[in-house]
C-alpha cells in the first residue's frame, strides 16, 4: 500500500477514537439529563437536512473530482473540486447560522448540558470541515498552477479525509438532530 | 586537521566524530531519525532526572511520622509533577527514542518514512514537557494527581481554595500537544515498518522489538486520542464554563474517569510493551540461544494490545458500578496476565540451558523478570473487587505500580543502555560502573519498594504529605526511605557512566555482543546513511546465518525456529 495513503488512514483511525469519545459524552448527557431532551425546540431540522444533503453531495464530487485527476483529465477534476470547496463551504455557513440562532435564543456552552455536548460535538466537527476545506483548497490551487505540482498520493489523501468528515457527520446528524423527534 | 585524516581513511569510531553530527545546527535542523533519537534520549533523562529528584523529596518527607518540612501543598505539587513527569516526559519518550532509533536500524531502512514529521514529534514533546515544567514559574503548578480527576481539577474547585489553578492549563496544553507528537511517532513507526523493510524481511521474521513497538505504535494511535478527547473538555469546562465535568448542573465526573482510563490502562502498556521488546531482544543474545517461541511472543503482544484496552475499569472499581460490569472487568483483567504470563515463560524458557553470559544488560533483564512478576501478581490481586476496594488509595498500589514501572519498565530501559550505547556512540558502557549501578538499584528498589506493600496493607494512604504515628509505619517508611537514597545514587551512577563513557569508554567495534539483528551489520555508530550493505534476511537472525555462511561456504542453513542452536 501507498504510504501516503497509509499514514492518512492511521491517522483517521485516530481521529475517530477521538470523535468516539465526544459521541459517547453526547448520548450520556442526551439519556440521563432532562434538560437535554427539551433541546429539539432549539434545533432546526429541516435546514440543517439541507445541510447535511450538501455535505453527502460533497463527498460525490469529491470522489469525481478524484477519478478525473487519476486519469489526467484537469478541466473537469478542476471543476469538481470547485463543486466539493462550493459545498462544503456552504455546509459550514449553514452550522455558522445554526450557532447564530441557537445563542440568540440564549443557547450556549455553559446554558445546560445538551449546550456543552452539542457544541463540543459539531464544534470539532466543524473544525475538521474547516481543515479540510485548506486542504481542498490547496489541491485547488496547485492543480491550477498546473504541471506536476500536485502529486497523486495528496489527491487520495483529502479524499480519504474527506470522506471520513462526511462520514462523521452522517453519525452525528441523527444521534443529534433526529434523535430528538422521538 | 588529524581527526579529518583519520576519518577519510577509517569510519569515525565516536559518535563525537561523525562529521554531520558537528556543530548545534546540525541537531536543531536534524531529520535523521538517528539524531533525533539521541535528542529523545537525552531530553528524556533529563526530565528522568527531575522527576527522580522530586522522588528524593517525596521520600525525604515522608521519612518519619508527623513531619511538616513539606506543607500539603507543596507535597501535592511534588508527587503530581513526579507522576506526570516519570510517565509522559521521562519514560514514555525514553521507549520512544528507542523505538525512533532503532526500528528503521532493524529492518534496514534508511530512515524512518516521514522524517520531517518524526522532527516535528520530537519538537512537540519537548515544548509540551517544557510547558508543564513552566507551570513552575507561574508560581502554582498542579495539585491534583496525574490522573487529574474533576472536580479537584474544575475551575470552581481550584478558585474556592487558596490558589487560581492555572497549572491544570499548562498541564492540559502540554499533553495535547506531547500527545500530538506521540500519535505522529505511532503513524511514523506503523508506516515504516509496513514500507520500509528490507525485500526479504517478511513478517515472521521481524525481530521481536519490531513487533512489541508496532503494537505499541497501535495502542499509542488508538489510545491517546481518547486523552485528548477528554483533555479538550476539561479545558473547555475550564475556559468556557462548559459542563462536562461540573456535578452541580447534572454533569459526571465519572465520564472523565472512563475517558482517562480508557487511555490510561492501555498507556501503562504503551509504558512496558517497547520494555518487553527489549528484553526480548537481550536475552537470546546473552543466551546465546534463539528466542524461544517466537511467534507465541508475537501473538501473546497482540493479544495484550486487545485485551488492553477492555480493561480500563479496573481502575474505577471503587466507583460503584453494577455487579455484571465487575465481573466483566474482574474477568478481563484477570485474562490479561495470560499473554503476560506467556511472555515471562518464554524468557525464562530461552535462558533455560544458554550459556549465560551476566554482563550488565543481562542483569538487568533478569531482575526485570522477577521484579515485574511481583508487579503483575500484586496486580492481578487487584483484580479481585473486594481486595481493590480495600486497598485501593493505599501505598500497596504505589508498591505495585513501581514493581511495574520502576522494576519493570526502568529496568528494561536500561537494559536496553547497556545492550545499545555502544551502537549509538561507538563506546562501550563501563561494565564496572554498570555492576555497581545494577546492585545500587536492585538492593535500593527492592528496600524501597517491597516493605510499601506493608504500609499499604497497615493502611497509609497514598498522596498524603504525612501519615500519623501508627504502629509499625514509622520502621516501614523509615527503611523505605533509606534504600530509595540507594536507588537514587544508583541512578547518578547510570547518568555519571553515560557521560564518562562517552569520552573514554572502550571502542565498541560493529558487534560487540555478538548480536544477530540488522542494526549489528552496520558500523557503530551508524553512518549517516544507516547501512553500505544489507546481509540478506532468511530467519529472524541475519547475522547469525551470514557467520555460518562464512564458516561453512556453501553450507548456511537457516537455523530451526525454537530449537537449540549454540
Ligand atoms: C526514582 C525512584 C522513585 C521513587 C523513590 C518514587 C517514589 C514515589 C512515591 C513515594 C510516590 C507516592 C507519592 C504519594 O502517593 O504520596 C510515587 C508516586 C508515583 N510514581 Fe514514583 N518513584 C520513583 C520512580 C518512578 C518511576 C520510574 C515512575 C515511572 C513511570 C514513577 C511513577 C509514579 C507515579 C505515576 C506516581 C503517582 C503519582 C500520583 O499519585 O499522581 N515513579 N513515587
Not at chain 1, 464544534?123 to 506536476?148: D, Q, R, S, Y
Not at chain 2, 526530565?47 to 521520600?59: D, K
Not at chain 2, 503530581?80 to 516519570?86: A, F, I, K, L
Not at chain 2, 515472521?204 to 477528554?230: D, E, Q, T
Request: charged share 10%; with cysteine.
Amino acid at each position: 500500500m501507498n504510504k501516503t495513503r497509509l499514514a492518512m488512514l492511521l491517522f483517521v483511525a485516530s481521529e475517530a477514537v477521538f470523535f468516539i469519545v465526544l459521541i459517547l459524552a453526547y448520548v450520556l448527557y442526551h439519556a440521563t439529563s432532562p434538560s437535554a431532551a427539551d433541546a429539539s425546540r432549539y434545533l432546526d431540522i429541516p435546514k440543517t437536512a439541507v445541510f447535511t444533503a450538501c455535505l453527502l453531495l460533497s463527498s460525490f464530487t469529491m470522489r469525481q473530482a478524484a477519478v478525473f485527476l487519476r486519469t489526467g483529465r484537469r478541466k473537469p477534476a478542476l471543476a469538481w473540486l470547485l463543486a466539493t470547496v462550493a459545498l462544503g463551504a456552504v455546509f459550514l455557513a449553514g452550522q455558522g447560522a445554526e450557532y447564530v440562532s441557537l445563542i440568540g435564543k440564549g443557547m450556549t456552552v455553559s446554558r445546560d448540558l445538551f449546550g456543552t455536548t452539542f457544541f463540543t460535538l459539531t464544534g470539532f466537527h466543524g473544525l475538521h470541515v474547516f481543515i479540510g476545506l485548506i486542504m481542498l483548497g490547496t489541491l485547488f490551487g496547485l492543480e491550477l498552477k498546473g504541471g506536476a505540482a500536485c502529486p497523486a498520493e495528496a489527491v487520495e489523501c483529502v479524499s480519504i479525509y474527506w470522506h471520513f468528515v462526511d462520514a462523521v457527520w452522517m453519525i452525528i446528524f441523527p444521534l443529534v438532530y433526529l434523535w430528538v423527534l422521538r | 586537521m588529524n581527526n579529518s585524516e583519520i576519518n577519510a581513511s577509517k569510519e569515525p569510531g565516536s559518535i563525537l566524530e561523525v562529521g554531520e553530527y558537528k556543530g548545534l545546527l546540525s541537531w536543531l535542523s536534524s531529520v535523521d531519525h538517528k539524531q533525533i533519537g539521541i535528542m529523545y534520549f537525552t531530553t528524556s533523562l533529563i526530565f528522568f532526572l527531575a522527576g527522580a529528584s522530586l522522588a528524593m523529596v517525596m521520600r525525604t518527607q515522608l521519612i518519619k511520622p508527623n513531619h511538616h518540612w513539606l506543607s500539603p501543598e507543596t507535597y501535592n505539587q511534588i508527587f503530581t509533577m513526579h507522576g506526570t513527569t516519570m510517565i509522559f516526559l521521562a519514560i514514555m519518550p525514553m521507549l520512544t527514542a528507542f523505538m525512533v532509533y532503532f526500528t528503521p536500524l532493524m529492518i534496514g531502512a534508511r530512515d524512518v518514512s516521514f522524517p520531517r514529521m518524526n522532527a516535528l514529534s520530537y519538537w512537540l514533546y519537548l515544548m509540551g514537557g517544557l510547558l508543564i515544567y513552566f507551570s513552575f514559574f507561574t508560581g502554582d503548578t498542579l495539585h491534583m494527581g496525574w490522573s487529574a480527576y474533576p472536580p479537584l481539577t474544575s475551575v470552581n474547585y481550584s478558585m474556592d481554595l487558596y490558589f487560581v489553578g492555572t497549572g491544570v492549563d499548562y498541564w492540559i496544553v502540554g499533553l495535547l500537544l506531547t500527545g500530538a507528537g506521540t500519535i505522529m511517532t505511532a503513524i511514523n513507526i506503523l508506516v515504516t515498518v509496513a514500507d520500509l523493510r528490507v525485500p526479504d524481511m517478511k513478517l515472521a521474521r521481524l525481530p521481536l522489538f519490531v513487533w512489541m513497538s508496532s503494537i505499541n505504535a497501535i495502542l499509542m494511535l488508538l489510545a491517546l486520542p481518547a486523552l485528548n478527547a477528554a483533555l479538550v473538555m476539561l479545558f473547555l469546562d475550564r475556559h468556557l464554563n462548559a459542563l462536562f465535568f461540573n456535578p452541580a448542573a447534572g454533569g459526571n465526573p465519572l465520564l472523565w474517569e472512563h475517558s482517562f482510563w480508557f487511555f490510561g490502562h492501555p498507556e501503562v502498556y504503551i509504558l512496558i510493551l517497547p520494555g518487553f521488546g527489549i528484553v526480548s531482544e537481550v536475552i537470546p543474545v546473552f543466551s546465546r540461544k534463539v528466542i524461544f517461541g517466537y511467534s507465541f511472543m508475537a501473538v501473546a503482544t497482540v493479544a495484550i494490545g486487545f485485551l488492553s484496552f477492555g480493561v480500563w475499569a479496573h481502575h474505577m472499581l471503587a466507583t460503584g458500578m453494577s455487579f455484571s460490569i465487575y465481573y466483566v472487568f474482574a474477568f478481563s483483567t484477570a485474562l490479561i496476565a495470560v499473554p503476560t504470563g506467556i511472555k515471562v515463560f518464554n524468557w525464562i524458557a530461552t535462558m533455560w540451558g544458554g550459556s549465560i553470559s551476566f554482563d550488565t544488560a543481562m542483569l538487568f533483564c533478569v531482575a526485570f523478570i522477577l521484579q515485574f512478576t511481583i508487579g503483575g501478581l500484586s496486580g492481578v490481586a487487584f483484580a479481585t473487587v473486594p481486595i481493590d476496594w480495600d486497598l485501593t488509595q493505599s501505598y500497596f498500589v504505589v508498591a505495585h505500580f513501581h514493581y511495574t514501572l520502576l522494576g519493570g519498565t526502568l529496568f528494561t530501559v536500561m537494559a536496553g543502555f547497556y545492550y545499545w550505547y555502544p551502537k549509538i556512540t561507538g563506546r562501550m558502557l563501563s561494565e564496572k560502573l554498570g555492576k555497581i549501578q545494577f546492585w545500587l538499584m536492585v538492593i535500593g528498589f527492592n528496600g524501597a519498594f517491597f516493605i510499601l506493600h506493608f504500609a499499604g496493607l497497615a493502611g497509609m494512604t497514598r498522596r498524603v504529605y504525612t501519615y500519623p504515628d501508627l504502629p509499625h509505619l514509622a520502621t516501614i517508611n523509615l527503611i523505605s526511605s533509606l534504600f530509595a537514597y540507594v536507588l537514587g545514587l544508583g541512578i547518578l551512577i547510570f547518568f555519571a557512566n553515560l557521560v564518562i563513557s562517552l569520552f573514554k569508554g572502550k571502542p565498541a567495534g560493529d558487534n560487540p555482543w555478538g548480536g544477530w539483528t540488522l542494526e549489528w551489520a552496520t558500523s557503530s555508530p551508524p553512518p549517516p546513511h544507516n547501512f553500505d550493505r544489507i546481509p540478506p534476511v532468511r530467519s529472524i537472525r541475519p547475522l547469525w546465518d551470514l557467520e555460518r555462511s562464512q564458516m561453512a561456504p556453501g553450507a548456511a542453513a537457516p537455523p530451526s525456529r525454537g530449537g537449540e542452536s549454540s
